[in-house]
C-alpha cells in the first residue's frame, strides 16, 4: 500500500511503494535499504519487512534484490494503466454490471465484489446497479473483472434514460481540488530536486505515491462529461516531469550506480 500522509510511514509501505514506482518492479537490496533509511527506517527492519512481504506473497528474492509478486503486481498494473489514462472515444453509452440476488454472499465476498467494480472504474448508480460511461477498454483488468463476473452480468452500449448525472455520481470537484494542490506540491519541489537538495527526498517520495494514489482515484470519463478546467491531463503531465527529476535526484543519492529506472 502507498503511504498515506496521515499515518507514520512503515517499512513495508516504504518498500512496496519504491517498488510499485519501479518498472520492472525489482530492485537490488542494498538501494531498498537507502531509500527506507530517508524515513529513519533501520537495515534490520527493512530485512525483516521484506522477509515478511515475501513469506506473504507479496514479493521474492531474485538476483540480490527483491522484485513484486502477487496481487502487488496486479496493483501496479493499475497504477500504470492509470498514469497512461488509455480511454477510448465515446458514443455516449454506458456500460452497465448488474449484481445477481438469488443467494446471500458472506461479507468478505461483497467486499471482493466491490473492490472488483471499483478497479474496473464502475460506481453504483443504484442499489444492485454499476455502471459509467462506456468510453474504457471492455478488456480491461482481467483479475477483477473475473471477480466481477462471478456475480455480475455486465454488458456495454446501454442507454440510460434519463442520463445518469455525472456531478451525483463523482466528486469531481474535490479530485480537481487535490490534483491542483498536488500540481503545486511538486512545482515546489522540483528546483531542490535539481539542485541536490537530498532532505527534498523524503517529502518528495511521500508525494510521488499520493499524486498516484490521486490518478488511481480519476474517473477517466470521456471529455464531454468533465468540467472545462478538469486538470487530469495537466497533473499526468506535471508527474511525469517530477517523475523524472525526482528519480535522477535519487540515483544521485544512492551513489552506487546502481540504476533506477
Same mark, same amino acid.
Given at each position: ?7 507514520p510511514?512503515?517499512?513495508r ?6 517498488l510499485l514506482?519501479t518498472?520492472p518492479?525489482?530492485?537490488? /537490496? %542494498?538501494?531498498l535499504?537507502?531509500? !527506507?533509511?530517508?524515513?529513519? &527506517?533501520?537495515e534490520?527492519?527493512?530485512r ?8 506473504? #506473497?507479496?514479493?521474492?528474492?531474485? !538476483? #540480490? #534484490? ?31 454490471? /448488474? &449484481?445477481?440476488?438469488?443467494?446471500a454472499? %458472506? !461479507?468478505?465476498? =461483497?467486499?471482493?465484489? =466491490?473492490n472488483?467494480l471499483? @478497479? ?5 448508480? =443504484? ?11 471492455a478488456? +480491461?483488468?482481467?483479475e ?8 455480475c &452480468? =455486465?454488458?456495454?452500449?446501454?442507454? *440510460?434514460?434519463? *442520463? %445518469?448525472?455525472? #456531478?451525483?455520481?463523482?466528486?469531481l ?5 487535490? !490534483? @491542483? ?14 539542485g ?10 511521500v &508525494? ?6 490521486r490518478?488511481?482515484?480519476? *474517473?477517466?470519463?470521456?471529455?464531454e ?5 478538469? *486538470?487530469?491531463?495537466?497533473?499526468? /503531465?506535471?508527474?511525469?516531469?517530477y517523475? +523524472? ?5 535519487l540515483?544521485r ?5 546502481a540504476?533506477?529506472?
Open positions: 500500500m502507498s503511504p498515506s500522509r496521515n499515518t510511514l512503515t517499512a509501505s516504504v518498500l512496496a511503494s519504491v514506482g518498472d518492479p525489482w530492485l537490488p /537490496t %542494498p538501494l535499504v537507502r531509500t !527506507a533509511a530517508l524515513f529513519g &527506517i533501520t534490520g527492519t527493512v525483516t519487512a521484506l522477509s515478511r512481504m515475501a513469506a506473504g #506473497g507479496e514479493a521474492e528474492a531474485e !538476483a #540480490g #534484490g527483491y522484485r513484486l509478486s502477487g496481487r502487488l503486481v496486479e496493483r501496479q498494473h493499475r497504477q500504470l494503466a492509470s498514469r497512461r489514462a488509455e480511454v477510448q472515444s465515446w458514443d455516449g453509452t454506458w456500460e452497465l454490471a /448488474t &449484481i445477481g440476488t438469488d443467494h454472499r %458472506p !461479507a468478505a465476498e =461483497r467486499a471482493a465484489l =466491490r472488483a471499483t @478497479t474496473l472504474r464502475l460506481v453504483e448508480l =443504484r442499489e444492485g446497479v454499476w455502471g459509467r460511461p462506456a468510453n474504457l477498454d478488456e +480491461r483488468m482481467p477483477a473483472a473475473s471477480v466481477a463476473g462471478r456475480w &452480468i =455486465r454488458w456495454r452500449g446501454a442507454t *440510460p434514460t434519463p *442520463p %445518469p448525472e455525472v #456531478g451525483r455520481l463523482w466528486d470537484r474535490t479530485w480537481a481540488a487535490a !490534483a @491542483t494542490g498536488l500540481q503545486r506540491e511538486m512545482a515546489h519541489l522540483v528546483a531542490p530536486l535539481e541536490g537538495d537530498t532532505t527534498a527526498l523524503a517529502e518528495g517520495f &508525494i510521488s505515491a499520493a499524486v498516484l494514489r490518478l488511481q482515484a480519476d *474517473p477517466l470519463l470521456p471529455p462529461l468533465l468540467p472545462r478546467s478538469w *486538470p487530469g491531463t495537466a497533473l499526468r /503531465t506535471d508527474y511525469d516531469h517523475d +523524472r527529476v525526482y528519480r535522477s535526484s540515483r543519492w544512492f551513489g552506487t550506480g540504476e533506477v529506472q
